[in-house]
């Protein structure tokens, strides 16, 4: 069963960057999908975007061209690149795991805070 560790969350000015990281264990890594989703404080959680085994790709269209998704299976590692960051970008970001498909994100890390200033 694959369990994600979450770093890389901090406090960063609008308009500059930061890259999360969800380092995975588990032998079948390779073969999970991977999301991203994120919790402003009184909101719902937000789906961010998702990467397949195969590395196909899916944004939220509000994200898409600013948020990166990418995976590194020799590290079993999924990142999420944030470019151009905005004061409404803050939020606990969470990577989730879909090792049944179909998007069902049944695991899980602890999610890390992201906060932007203006």
């Known amino acids: 069963q694959v369990q994600l560790v979450e770093s890389g969350g901090g406090l960063v000015q609008a308009g500059g960057s930061l890259r999360l990281s969800c380092e995975a264990s588990?032998?079948?890594?390779?073969?999970?999908?991977l999301g991203w989703f994120r919790q402003a404080p009184g909101k719902e959680r937000e789906f961010v975007g998702r990467?397949?085994?195969?590395?196909?790709?899916y944004y939220t269209d509000s994200l898409k061209g600013r948020f990166t998704i990418n995976r590194d299976n020799a590290k079993n590692t999924v990142y999420l690149q944030m470019n151009s960051l905005k004061p409404e970008d803050t939020a606990v970001y969470f990577c989730?795991?879909?090792?049944?498909?179909?998007?069902?994100?049944?695991?899980w890390g602890q999610g890390t805070q992201v906060t932007v200033t203006s």
């Open positions: 588990g032998r079948t890594f390779n073969r999970y999908g």
């Open positions: 990467i397949s085994s195969g590395s196909f790709r």
């Open positions: 989730a795991a879909d090792p049944a498909g179909g998007s069902s994100w049944s695991i």
